[in-house]
């Protein structure tokens, strides 16, 4: 008999009120049990315990055959089996989160420094691209002022009748 199991079999003969385990919630987590349960039971067949297909009546008829315990003491012995592998989840989870913080800790410095390079990179191009430009158009504007005034009219009535145009549609 193993240590935890003589240890399950104490708490049970003590205390067997612990809270029933729902089949549904069995046989959900049963894939994750059966290695739990064979290592506690080391007398059973993976096959026969496999042939249950989780239905936790079925499982706890088994292991009581082969072990000739009661089915009040399995069934104590199976609910702790449960809520150690939920445990292991729930720590297993926690670590996932932890390392995610700390990796989140190692980016976001790296991705803010980026950032900051970005913008500063866009404002001396638009810089750039500003004094280019409004150069030459100031150049133009002064080498034919005419045509230039022409050109802005042209913008101003084409703009007026797509603005204007839409808005006499509506009346």
Do not use: C
């Amino acid at each position: 008999m193993s240590k935890t199991r003589n240890n399950m079999g104490k708490k049970a003969n003590k205390n067997s009120t612990l809270a029933t385990l729902s089949p549904k919630k069995f046989r959900k987590q049963f894939d994750r049990l059966t290695p739990l349960i064979l290592e506690e039971w080391q007398q059973l067949e993976l096959d026969e315990l496999v042939e249950t297909q989780g239905n936790l009546d079925s499982v706890v008829d088994y292991i009581t055959r082969q072990t000739e315990q009661t089915r009040t003491l399995v069934k104590d012995q199976l609910h702790e089996l449960y809520q150690l592998a939920k445990t292991e989840k729930t720590e297993k989870i926690k670590a996932v989160q932890s390392d995610l913080a700390q990796l989140q800790d190692q980016m976001l410095p790296a991705v803010e420094k980026t950032l900051d390079l970005l913008e500063k990179r866009a404002e001396t191009v638009l810089a750039q691209m500003e004094q280019g430009v409004l150069a030459d158009v100031k150049d133009r504007v002064r080498e034919k002022p005419g045509t230039s005034l022409l050109t802005a009219l042209g913008i101003g009535f084409l703009i007026g009748l797509i603005v204007g145009g839409s808005n006499r549609g509506r009346g």
